[in-house]
């Protein structure tokens, strides 16, 4: 691939905690892709490898922020809403004089951005970063970068519409004689998502690549494009005569350029292709039995899966525990969000008796979220992980994993459990991603993903699909859960449980599957279960044989 076609994957990802971003970067770091992640920080003061701590004025909790000591160059400064924070992960050829190079074409970008926004702003070869009013100088964009192994990491904070407040409990980049400023306090009233989209362009000009610009719920407002066009969907088509906008969800799926007027019907008749038989024959009632036996709960039944007769006629069934309540409401998902009950400290013995009893030799367990749980629920896959593996020790488990919030020490617990394979569905395209899921976070999924394949375990994740996305945002997801190093991939078809959930916007065929599978082939995956009924669990233990060597299997 020549450099001019090279793409550039620009992401607006809306609020991101600063953790996750950094994890998040680091695994992109490690491809040889070309990624801009565009996004705003929780209020956060980081400090770099030069900082001195005489420059951290108050002790940052008192102003409701966190204090974070990072690899990049620089001193300290701040994060926070409405300061656009941009991470360039490019090539940089190595040799003299790269570093100053790769920093005076961020702030060339800067410039001509601002530019763009009719702000006249400068660099200050004795100050970094970029300023406005050479007579009173104020600094608009910080820049502290890391170049290592030929790779950009961090990157520039712009500052759109920033509390400038919070700069004054420290000495920014250890600068003290001179001001900071804002796009907002200069005059100029920018919607940061559109800043975003504009860095988004100058960027791939600068670095002669194609953009791809994808962004949160598909709002990009960036004026006249004309050097380039934005991969964005248009959100502008939506019926004006959608009047079913009575739930929240409906109203979120709207402003992410859904039209749900135009959804399928419940009533409708399906394909023949989303057609499963009904077969309670002996070996379902078997199972059905056992799990009563044991009051155990499968998602297989709490979320209406249609396979449920294949895989227990097939005695493979995922066991959710934690409970059976959500304190999250999916819109895709039929699981129950009712105030959840204690936790059952008694569940893994009895989920590890029931794999014994039903001889399995790979094992999934799932679980609700528990955010009302200081671990997220984490502790409840170790002790279940670790209770199989008392009975015995040879069966192989998944576990498919919420976020636990992107603690970085529950996941680590989990992690240290070391199951088979680590799941973790990002379950739609980066736009839908807030008027699906609004609990979830396209950026935490993938840094949890991320941390998982750092900690040297099997990764994989889900997409459904029907739900209003485009198939070429289908494969953008897929690309960028490959590019964190997830190897087993599922994609099957939404069907709407309940006219209170979000519509089916249609029907992918099958043939579009198949393109699916053979894109994901393309990119890496070692399994790609693609297929109208294909879920998180289908086929498990298949997608986990297949890591040793590259199976794509289409369901």
Request: proline fraction near 4%; glycine fraction near 8%.
């Amino acid at each position: 691939m020549t450099k001019s076609e090279k793409k550039l994957h620009s992401r607006w990802l809306g609020s991101v905690r600063y953790s996750d971003a950094s994890e998040l970067q680091h695994a992109l770091h490690r491809t040889d892709h070309a990624y801009l992640l565009l996004l705003e920080h929780p209020n956060v003061y980081t400090l770099g490898v030069r900082t001195s701590l005489d420059h951290v004025l108050v002790d940052p909790n008192e102003v409701g922020a966190e204090m974070v000591w990072t690899d990049r160059g620089g001193d300290v400064t701040f994060h926070g809403p409405g300061q656009l924070v941009g991470y360039p992960i490019l090539d940089v050829p190595i040799g003299p004089g790269a570093v100053p190079t790769f920093v005076h074409r961020l702030e060339k970008v800067l410039i001509d951005v601002l530019a763009d926004f009719s702000i006249d702003a400068y660099t200050d070869p004795e100050y970094p970063g970029v300023w406005v009013d050479q007579s009173a100088p104020r600094k608009i964009a910080a820049i502290g970068v890391k170049i290592t192994k030929g790779r950009s990491m961090h990157g520039f904070a712009l500052n759109v519409a920033t509390d400038l407040s919070m700069f004054s409990h420290i000495i920014p980049c250890g600068i003290s004689d001179r001001g900071v400023t804002s796009m907002h306090a200069e005059g100029v009233d920018a919607d940061i998502v559109g800043v975003a989209a504009r860095v988004a362009l100058r960027m791939a000009d600068a670095w002669n690549l194609v953009l791809e610009h994808r962004a949160l719920n598909g709002t990009v407002q960036a004026g006249d494009m004309t050097s380039q066009t934005l991969v964005t969907t248009d959100v502008a088509h939506v019926s004006t005569q959608v009047t079913d906008v009575a739930s929240s969800l409906n109203r979120r799926l709207i402003r992410a350029g859904v039209d749900t007027g135009s959804g399928l019907r419940i009533r409708d008749r399906k394909p023949e292709w989303m057609k499963r038989k009904v077969a309670m024959g002996e070996e379902y009632r078997s199972l059905k039995g056992l799990l009563r036996r044991f009051s155990l709960t499968t998602v297989c039944e709490e979320a209406g899966c249609p396979n449920i007769f294949e895989c227990w006629a097939d005695g493979t069934a995922t066991f959710m525990i934690n409970g059976e309540r959500c304190t999250r409401a999916c819109g895709f998902c039929l699981v129950d969000t009712s105030k959840p009950l204690p936790i059952d400290q008694d569940e893994a013995r009895r989920v590890a008796e029931a794999v014994t009893e039903m001889g399995l030799r790979f094992a999934v367990i799932t679980a609700v979220a528990r955010d009302d749980l200081l671990d997220g629920g984490a502790s409840g896959f170790v002790r279940t992980m670790e209770a199989i593996r008392s009975l015995d020790p040879s069966v192989g488990i998944e576990v498919l994993i919420p976020d636990c919030k992107g603690d970085v020490d529950a996941l680590e617990s989990i992690f240290s459990a070391r199951p088979d394979v680590l799941n973790h569905n990002i379950e739609t395209p980066l736009r839908l991603q807030k008027a699906v899921r609004p609990s979830a976070s396209y950026a935490r999924s993938l840094s949890v993903l991320a941390r998982a394949k750092g900690a040297g375990l099997v990764t994989k994740s889900g997409i459904i699909v029907g739900l209003g996305e485009e198939i070429d945002e289908v494969f953008e997801t897929m690309a960028d859960l490959r590019a964190v190093g997830v190897e087993i991939l599922t994609v099957g078809q939404y069907l709407r449980p309940t006219s209170r959930h979000a519509p089916v916007m249609r029907y992918y065929q099958p043939e579009e599957f198949e393109r699916i599978r053979d894109f994901g082939s393309s990119l890496g995956f070692r399994h790609v279960e693609a297929g109208p009924m294909a879920r998180s669990s289908y086929h498990a233990r298949q997608g986990s044989e297949s890591v040793e060597g590259v199976l794509v299997s289409l369901s």
